[in-house]
């Protein structure tokens, strides 16, 4: 739930009111009493003794919204025409279409694009399928799949549902690195079934992006596209998170003067998103880290360890830490948080070391309170936009598949991520670094270039050598 009015809750509520007389600073004192904020009032029609007015209004969540339409409904001489949601209106038809790239004016222009002149295209593809990405657009596409298993923070909403977050998905690759995704929602979490139908609509695709599949399912569907297709597989909640924590961590430790082999790292959730962290980080040069999860710290005597938890024990924790989360953040340098709201308390960041650093990403309520995290951590982020370093996806996963599919590449690994965040951090000048800004803005117009070039040099490398 939103704690302070938001464009993501605003409304806009068409009323007719007296010509004269006090009624629209009314409304506007109304809505402000109420917690709301006006960011807009136009004049629809106007006559002699009513005009009809469409008055935008940022509201906490949609009980607020009810709620000061109710208020505002309660002037005297004010009437109620039409409340509309602006989030909702933005989705009505869907955010994405499907856009011809070549005129279709003339037979010719037509005969060219299909048939009788598409059937050479095809043929010269029959004869050498490389060609495929140079001639279709499988150069600039990618798939955008889910199952619905596990969207945003709303859980196990199913594929229909989900199908507006992919939308968003497919819009962000397109504005940031003019690239063509498409949502494909499944109807069907059987992983068998998820990994058989991604590889039979591969062919059409330059690359995957897996998006909101639920751990630990997420991991066997990755490893087995990456096992059987000749194209990027790219689990967003895992990698995409995974770079651009690296980024700001990065950046993090150089405000407070601190290097990643040496600090002691405290991490809160072992899920898809903190392992694909933990793993960046460890082929970053991390040496120190302890991960947690709702049992308390990961280690080698538990009786619940899975494939993915046994690695984790294997790979962490050198100490045998054996404690809870608490425990284990006394005395880190660095707190990260992939889990649960409310976890940790600014007493609890008080006990990390001097110049801590806190990065706290669950979403919409973090771990810890950011104004409790930020009184006592040299440096803090969140995954909130209303916060300073909001650790955002957007950063990274446009550029990485635009350096990916100009490398033309047939999979992706941990130094291409590794490339990527590096390429990230950099974006952040000397001159602008500090506390509040260790990640640029994802509209900061070198990101995307950035990491695609990056990620293109090392997928470019690895075409070379093999």
Excluded at 62 to 69: F, L, M, N
Excluded at 85 to 101: A, N, V, Y
Excluded at 147 to 160: K, Y
Excluded at 329 to 338: L, P, Q
């Amino acid at each position: 739930m939103a704690t302070a009015p938001s464009v993501s809750y605003s409304i806009t509520v068409r009323l007719e009111v007296p010509a004269g007389g006090r009624a629209v600073s009314q409304i506007t004192h109304v809505v402000e009493n109420a917690g709301g904020i006006v960011t807009a009032l136009d004049v629809n029609t106007a006559a002699h003794e009513t005009m009809r007015i469409d008055v935008t209004i940022a509201t906490r969540d949609t009980e607020h919204a009810e709620a000061i339409v109710t208020a505002v409904e309660a002037i005297e001489g004010v009437r109620v025409h039409k409340v509309s949601d602006r989030t909702f209106l933005m989705h009505l038809g869907g955010k994405i279409e499907m856009r011809s790239k070549v005129p279709l004016r003339t037979r010719d222009e037509l005969s060219m694009a299909y048939t009788p002149g598409v059937a050479r295209v095809s043929l010269a593809i029959a004869r050498n399928p490389e060609d495929v990405r140079r001639l279709t657009v499988k150069r600039n596409s990618v798939a955008v799949v889910t199952d619905g298993s596990a969207v945003l923070g709303l859980g196990n909403i199913g594929p229909q549902a989900a199908l507006p977050v992919m939308e968003g998905k497919a819009a962000l690759f397109k504005r940031f690195a003019d690239i063509d995704a498409w949502p494909i929602c499944l109807d069907t979490q059987d992983t068998d079934e998820i990994v058989r139908t991604v590889q039979i609509i591969a062919p059409a695709f330059g690359g995957i992006n897996l998006e909101d599949i639920s751990a630990p399912r997420c991991f066997e569907v990755e490893a087995r596209l990456r096992e059987l297709l000749d194209i990027p597989v790219f689990h967003d909640d895992q990698h995409g998170t995974a770079i651009c924590v690296l980024a700001a961590l990065t950046n993090a430790l150089r405000v407070v003067g601190k290097d990643l082999s040496s600090v002691h790292i405290t991490m809160a959730g072992a899920g898809a998103a903190g392992s694909a962290i933990l793993r960046l980080l460890l082929h970053a040069g991390a040496k120190h880290v302890i991960v947690c999860d709702h049992r308390g710290a990961v280690h080698a005597g538990r009786d619940d360890l899975d494939d993915s938890l046994r690695w984790i024990a294997e790979h962490t924790n050198a100490g045998d830490y054996r404690g809870d989360l608490r425990g284990a953040v006394k005395g880190a340098d660095v707190f990260i948080g992939v889990s649960a709201p409310g976890i940790l308390t600014g007493a609890d960041i008080a006990a990390m070391n001097d110049d801590a650093i806190v990065f706290a990403l669950a979403n919409p309520e973090p771990e810890v309170a950011y104004d409790e995290a930020r009184e006592h951590a040299a440096v803090v982020a969140t995954g909130r936009s209303d916060y300073p370093n909001q650790i955002n996806n957007v950063l990274a996963f446009p550029g990485v598949f635009r350096g990916l599919l100009d490398a033309q590449a047939k999979g992706v690994d941990e130094d291409m991520l590794l490339a990527a965040a590096r390429a990230l951090a950099a974006v952040v000048s000397d001159e602008e670094l500090g506390p509040n800004y260790i990640v640029p803005s994802v509209f900061h117009p070198d990101v995307t270039p950035a990491v695609a070039a990056a990620v293109r040099e090392a997928a470019t490398a690895v075409r070379a050598g093999s």
